[in-house]
């Protein structure tokens, strides 16, 4: 009987330990989670480098940059605007780098949401569209049906040298 009633009290110690975590992480979410404008770092936007194949090396500047608190199941929008001295993907990232214009259809309603969401005519200084003078660099995008739902994109307009991140899930 003694080990019965010890198991019983392991596992309601066990459950409890867990009961404290899900409150306590859904109370940091809830409550420590607040949007944050125009305080990224280099740091903070050197997966930008890596991810389309660019030099993390070169000199580099965080124009702005936005990154939303996170809802319980995700949500959010980040975008960093960055201007660059080298856009010189490597020869591995060189093909993943497209016209915006020459995307396909969903591909392209990201990009074009992307724009909108990202705050790109700030950031190029221009409203750019289907511009065969941006690039993209699709990292990923979610449809809902027919309807984009989620895109992490590099946007690169060659007049301004300038990067634009936006990650965006809603």
Not at 35 to 40: E, F, L, P, V, W
């Amino acid at each position: 009987m003694s080990f019965i009633a010890k198991g019983l009290q392991a596992f309601g110690a066990l459950a409890l330990v867990v009961v404290v975590a899900i409150v306590g992480y859904i109370t940091y979410i809830v409550v420590s989670d607040s949007d944050h404008t125009n305080t990224a770092t280099k740091d903070d936007v050197k997966f930008v480098f890596n991810w389309g194949g660019l030099k993390p090396t070169q000199e580099y500047k965080v124009l702005s940059s936005f990154s939303s608190g996170r809802s319980l199941n995700g949500d959010h929008l980040d975008h960093y605007c960055i201007q660059i001295t080298d856009f010189s993907p490597s020869d591995r990232e060189k093909q993943n780098w497209s016209q915006v214009s020459a995307l396909g259809a969903t591909p392209q309603e990201a990009a074009l949401q992307a724009q909108t969401n990202g705050d790109a005519e700030q950031c190029f200084g221009r409203k750019l569209g289907k511009s065969p003078e941006l690039l993209a660099y699709i990292w990923s995008v979610t449809i809902h049906g027919h309807v984009v739902t989620a895109y992490d994109i590099i946007l690169f307009d060659a007049q301004t040298k300038r990067l634009l991140y936006v990650s965006d899930k809603t």
